[in-house]
């Protein structure tokens, strides 16, 4: 089976520009988490969705972010317009919860390396 | 108050000792541990898991928990210089979703 796949896997941009990241979940996964890491701030999450419904979305830092699930297969993070403090590498990981305790764990994508200049 | 917490290191063992990695959480009601292993410029990997008390043994891998405590380790038996890495701790609720992640531990295994 297929892993978490993830695109672009780098993205250069200038300030103001939209970005758009993209994500493919684990076939029968039905979580899909969307994070940010940087050197400065660790590992944060920014939004999860269970079932194609966003849960939690008070990671996502400002109303710049975005983020959809339109199918259980599939989502997009989007940042408009970005900024150049938005530079960090853009992880979504899926998991298959809700069922028991070894449902919690979650896979990673490649990530996305996204520099703003 | 960090939610889980790891001494950022780095951690620096010679190669064959063991590397024993820690971390403590806040909230007693976390059921599931989980540490995960990153390489640099790569995402993480989960490589252990456990969720009831005691010790998870996975080749050179130990997982300890100690839940009254609100603690959890692991260890690296015969480190090799492959284990050189970022290790995050992180930990979740059964049948739920969202997983709290430390910052990490990095580890140098020197040849």
């Known amino acids: 089976d297929a892993g978490v796949i993830q695109s672009p896997r780098h993205e250069v941009t200038e300030m103001g520009q939209e970005v758009t990241l993209r994500c493919k979940l684990i076939?029968?996964?039905?979580?899909l988490f969307w994070y940010r890491q940087t050197m400065m701030r660790g590992l944060e999450l920014l939004i999860y969705?269970?079932?194609?419904?966003?849960?939690?979305d008070s990671g996502m830092p400002e109303d710049r972010f975005s983020a959809k699930m339109p199918n259980a297969s599939f989502s997009t993070l989007k940042i408009q317009p970005s900024e150049p403090r938005d530079s960090a590498v853009y992880f979504c990981?899926?998991?298959?919860?809700?069922?028991?305790?070894?449902?919690?764990?979650?896979?990673f994508g490649p990530g996305t390396r996204l520099t703003v200049l | 108050q960090k939610e889980v917490e790891q001494n950022s290191g780095p951690l620096s063992v010679p190669e064959g000792a063991i590397a024993s990695l820690n971390c403590t959480y806040s909230?007693?009601?976390?059921?599931?541990f989980f540490w995960y292993r990153q390489y640099s410029g790569k995402s993480p990997e989960l490589i252990m898991s456990?969720?009831?008390?005691g010790d998870k043994e996975d080749g050179r891998f130990t997982a300890q928990l100690n839940k009254a405590s609100q603690y959890v380790s692991l260890l690296i038996r015969d480190s090799q210089p492959s284990d050189s890495a970022t290790y995050l701790c992180?930990?979740?609720?059964?049948?739920?979703?969202?997983?709290?992640f430390g910052a990490g531990t990095r580890l140098f295994v020197k040849a």
């Open positions: 990981a899926t998991q298959l919860a809700g069922g028991p305790e070894s449902y919690n764990e979650q896979f």
């Open positions: 076939s029968g996964h039905n979580s």
């Open positions: 969705f269970n079932n194609n419904v966003p849960i939690d």
């Open positions: 909230d007693r009601v976390s059921q599931s």
């Open positions: 456990i969720y009831s008390n």
């Open positions: 992180a930990v979740g609720y059964t049948g739920g979703f969202k997983t709290i």
